[in-house]
T-cell receptor
Framework: KQEVTQIPAALSVPEGENLVLNCSFTDSAIYNLQWFRQDPGKGLTSLLLIQSSQREQTSGRLNASLDKSSGRSTLYIAASQPGDSATYLCAVLNAGGTSYGKLTFGQGTILTVHP | KAGVTQTPRYLIKTRGQQVTLSCSPISGHRSVSWYQQTPGQGLQFLFEYFSETQRNKGNFPGRFSGRQFSNSRSEMNVSTLELGDSALYLC?????????????FGQGTRLTVV
């Protein structure tokens, strides 16, 4: 059974800092890993998708890496801003025919960036 | 391009009633998945539909059911509501629901059972 863990559970940083969020998963047989952002009471916004054959993806100030063999992914946020404050979730899509459309999520990292 | 649309956004129901939630996926997306999000359990997978067929199901009681129409729109139904069903229900759409496809989520339906 796939289990996804995110560390830290919460993070508070001053504006301008570079930061790293961590995600680990127990079963390395995955199709892809996705990072999402969720604002309070809202839906999930997709930030980055990393396919199993890729090592990293970049979008603006965000960079996500994937080490499938060790079951780890990191999300790097450069020059953090107050608007980055949200909950960040990572999710994996397991390989195999029984995993259609089923993302397994971590519990999330609550990020607060203060001015 | 319109995103994933969920209706209604908020619902208040009484224990024992039933409820139907709707999800319209992104145009061209044929896979729709449903999730329940609660503070204690996080995001849990309910089921997935593709071309009107349920391909995958999570560990939820039979009170939770769904269906998908020929235009890929999906509905989920919860019968005999319990207080513990109070949650944010999210749907996600993707092109195929399998490898290399990105999942996009709607804004959710907040269900409160009183």
């Amino acid at each position: 059974k796939q289990e996804v863990t995110q560390i830290p559970a919460a993070l508070s940083v001053p504006e301008g800092e570079n930061l790293v969020l961590n995600c680990s998963f127990t079963d390395s047989a995955i199709y892809n890993l996705q990072w999402f952002r969720q604002d309070p009471g809202k839906g999930l916004t997709s930030l980055l998708l990393i396919q199993s054959s890729q090592r990293e993806q970049t979008s603006g100030r965000l960079n996500a890496s994937l080490d499938k063999s060790s079951g780890r992914s990191t999300l790097y946020i450069a020059a953090s801003q107050p608007g980055d404050s949200a909950t960040y979730l990572c999710a994996v899509l397991n390989a195999g025919g029984t995993s259609y459309g089923k993302l397994t999520f971590g519990q999330g990292t609550i990020l607060t960036v203060h001015p | 391009k319109a995103g994933v649309t969920q209706t209604p956004r908020y619902l208040i129901k009484t224990r024992g009633q039933q409820v139907t939630l709707s999800c319209s996926p992104i145009s061209g997306h044929r896979s729709v998945s449903w999730y329940q999000q609660t503070p204690g359990q996080g995001l849990q997978f309910l089921f997935e539909y593709f071309s009107e067929t349920q391909r995958n199901k999570g560990n939820f009681p039979g009170r939770f059911s769904g269906r998908q129409f020929s235009n890929s729109r999906s509905e989920m139904n919860v019968s005999t509501l319990e207080l513990g069903d109070s949650a944010l229900y999210l749907c996600a759409s993707s092109v195929t629901g399998v490898k290399n496809t990105e999942a996009f989520f709607g804004q959710g339906t907040r269900l409160t059972v009183v």
